[in-house]
């Protein structure tokens, strides 16, 4: 009923960039905050990054100063812009959003399928 993709990861030397993209779609009535997550392997997933419905952002300190999390509420889209790659961030990003269907009134979390970043030093 509600889906959302994610697309934009891939391989990258230390110090490059790359923009994640994750898209919904479906039968959406509205999206509150979105985010971003990781999970490096045999780490437990963490916040990256989320926004709320009227921009506000918030990262984790780890990649603040480097990353960007931006939203397209007409798209129903939110974007990941990493610079200043680091190996430590290799991990496959997955992201959230709050979502609100048309069904009902209440607010569930949907993730999408995730998407693998590696950062080769």
């Known amino acids: 009923q509600v889906r959302l993709v994610e697309s934009g990861g891939g391989l990258v030397q230390a110090g490059g960039s790359l923009r994640l993209s994750c898209a919904a779609s479906?039968?959406?009535?509205?999206?509150?905050?979105m985010g971003w997550y990781r999970q490096a392997p045999g780490k437990q997933r963490e916040l990256v990054a989320r926004?709320?419905?009227?921009?506000?952002?918030n990262y984790a300190d780890s990649v603040k100063g480097r990353f960007t999390i931006s939203r397209d509420n007409a798209k129903n889209t939110v974007y990941l812009q990493m610079n200043s790659l680091k190996p430590e961030d290799t991990a496959v990003y997955y992201c959230?959003?709050?979502?609100?269907?048309?069904?009902?009134?209440?607010?569930?979390?949907?993730w999408g399928q995730g998407t693998q970043v590696a950062v080769s030093s």
């Open positions: 479906g039968i959406i009535f509205s999206i509150n905050d």
């Open positions: 959230k959003g709050a979502v609100v269907t048309r069904l009902g009134g209440h607010e569930y979390d949907y």
């Open positions: 926004i709320t419905t009227g921009g506000i952002p």
